[in-house]
C-alpha cells in the first residue's frame, strides 16, 4: 500500500464512494486516490440501514435540483455503473411521495408547490375529493390537501447503489484500505497527512471528510472545525398487512408518520421531536415508537391498517445537521485542501450522485460545473444564515 495519494476520503460508504467514482471518472484527473473506511462490513453505516427513498418534495431549490440529478442517475446507473459488462441493479420503484396535509400544513405544501414546479419537479397537489380518488385506502376527511409526486421519486436500492459506487471506483483504480482514521497532520494551511489508529502516517494533497454520522463531526474537529452534525438514531418498523394497497406511494401522514410497500411487506416510521431525540450511537429499537405513535397514526389514515403484524424493525443513525437539516458540502475552513460532504439529515442516499459528481468537479478544477452547490458551503454556519428546509423528515 502506497504512503501517499493525490486524495485521501474519509468514509467509504455511499458518499465516500460515490466522490470516489466521480473523481477517478473526471476527465483529464489521473490523481491516485485512496478510501479510508474503518468497517468496510458498513454494518453500521447510514447507507445500510437506509430506507433510500428520493424526493423533489423540498422547499429550498437546491435541494430540488440535487433530486432531480439524483433521479437522472438513478435511471443511468446501470450503464453509468456497469463494471466488465456486469450492469448493477438498483431497482428504482417510482411511485412517488405523498406528503398530507391538514389546514394547518396546507399553506407549507401550496408555497413548496410553487418552488417545486418552478424547478421542473411533477408534483401535483391534491383536493380531499381527488386524494379519496386516487387513493382509496385514504381517510380524508380531516385533511385539506395532499403533495404527490407523480414521476421523479420514490425508492431504490441504496446498499447496491453504494456496492455499485465502490465496485466501479475499484475499477477506475481507486484504493480501499480498512483503518479508522485518528488524526492529521497539518502545515502551512494544509492537511499535510492522514493519521491512522495504528500511527500510520498516509500523506495527502487533499483530504475528504465523508464519515458520516458516527465520524464527520469527530473528524473535522480533530482538523480544528465544529461543524453541528450529530448522530440520531432513526427507527424503521416492518409490517404485514393483509390489505395489499394498490399503487400506494410513500405516504407522509400530517402526524410527520410515513409508511411505504416494501416488496410484499410495508416500511414505516417517524422522526421524534427535535426534544426527545438526544445524540445516540446504539441501534436498540424504540419499541415504543411503534406502540404509541406510528401504528395509532397509521390506522387512522389508512383504516386497513388497524389490523397488521409487525414482522422485524431495526434503528440506524441519520447525520443531522442541527443548525438547519441540509447538508454540508465543499471546502472545510482551516485547511486549503481540506473538504467535507456530511450533515445530510436523512436525504444522503437520493443526494449522493449529485454531491459526489460537484465535489469531485469542485476538487478537480476548483468550481462546480454541472450543479453549483455553493448553498450547501460551511460558510453559511459560519455567518449564522440557516439554509432552512422545511420538508423535513
Ligand atoms: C433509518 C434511515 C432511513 C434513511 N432514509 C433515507 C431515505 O429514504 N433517503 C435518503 O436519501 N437518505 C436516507 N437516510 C440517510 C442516508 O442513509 C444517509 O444520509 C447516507 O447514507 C449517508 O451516507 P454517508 O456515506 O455520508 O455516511 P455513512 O453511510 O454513515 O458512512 C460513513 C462511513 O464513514 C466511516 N467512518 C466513520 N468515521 C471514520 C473514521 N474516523 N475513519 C474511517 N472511516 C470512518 C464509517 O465506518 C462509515 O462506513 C436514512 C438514514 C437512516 C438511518
Not at 32 to 60: E, H, K, N, P
Not at 316 to 330: C, K, M
Request: with cysteine.
Amino acid at each position: 500500500m502506497a504512503k501517499a495519494y493525490d486524495i485521501v476520503i474519509g468514509g467509504g460508504a455511499v458518499m465516500g464512494s460515490s466522490i470516489a467514482y466521480h473523481l477517478a471518472a473526471q476527465p483529464g484527473f489521473s490523481g491516485r486516490i485512496l478510501v479510508v473506511d474503518r468497517d468496510m462490513t458498513y454494518r453500521g453505516a447510514a447507507s445500510s440501514l437506509s430506507l433510500s427513498s428520493i424526493r423533489q418534495q423540498f422547499s429550498c431549490p437546491i435541494n430540488i435540483r440535487v433530486g432531480l440529478a439524483g433521479v437522472a442517475f438513478l435511471k443511468q446507473a446501470r450503464e453509468i455503473l456497469a463494471v466488465d459488462g456486469e450492469a448493477p441493479q438498483v431497482g428504482f420503484v417510482e411511485k412517488g411521495y405523498l406528503y398530507l396535509a391538514t389546514e394547518a400544513g396546507a399553506p407549507v405544501l401550496r408555497d413548496n408547490h410553487v418552488v417545486q414546479t418552478a424547478e421542473g419537479a411533477d408534483i401535483a397537489l391534491l383536493a380531499p375529493d381527488a386524494l379519496k380518488r386516487r387513493f382509496p385506502f385514504l381517510h380524508v376527511d380531516d385533511l385539506a390537501l395532499g403533495a404527490w409526486g407523480r414521476t421523479g421519486e420514490g425508492w431504490f436500492d441504496g446498499y447496491s447503489l453504494m456496492q455499485a459506487f465502490r465496485g466501479k471506483a475499484r475499477s477506475l483504480g481507486v484504493a480501499y484500505r480498512q483503518a479508522e482514521i485518528a488524526a492529521f497532520e497539518q502545515s502551512g494551511g494544509r492537511v499535510a497527512a492522514v493519521v491512522l489508529a495504528d500511527g500510520e502516517r498516509i500523506a495527502c494533497g487533499a483530504f475528504v471528510n465523508a464519515a458520516g454520522a458516527s465520524g464527520a463531526a469527530r473528524l473535522a474537529r480533530r482538523a480544528g472545525v465544529e461543524i453541528p452534525v450529530h448522530s440520531r438514531k432513526r427507527c424503521v418498523f416492518v409490517f404485514d398487512a393483509k390489505a395489499r394497497l394498490e399503487r400506494c406511494p410513500l405516504v407522509i401522514d400530517a402526524s410527520g408518520v410515513y409508511v411505504r410497500a416494501e416488496g410484499e411487506s410495508y416500511v414505516c416510521g417517524v422522526s421524534p421531536p427535535e426534544a426527545q431525540d438526544p445524540d445516540c450511537d446504539d441501534f436498540e429499537v424504540e419499541w415504543a415508537e411503534f406502540d404509541e405513535i406510528i401504528w395509532p397514526a397509521l390506522a387512522h389514515r389508512i383504516p386497513a391498517f388497524e389490523s397488521l403484524k409487525v414482522s422485524r424493525a431495526w434503528a440506524g443513525h441519520y447525520d443531522l445537521n442541527i443548525f438547519d437539516h441540509n447538508a454540508i458540502v465543499g471546502r472545510l475552513p482551516g485547511a486549503d485542501n481540506a473538504y467535507i460532504a456530511a450533515g445530510f439529515s436523512g436525504h444522503g442516499i437520493q443526494q449522493s450522485p449529485a454531491v459526489g459528481r460537484g465535489l469531485a468537479e469542485l476538487i478537480v478544477t476548483g468550481r462546480y460545473a454541472t450543479l453549483d452547490l455553493n448553498d450547501f458551503a460551511f460558510e453559511r454556519i459560519a455567518a449564522g444564515r440557516p439554509l432552512l428546509e422545511r420538508n423535513v423528515i
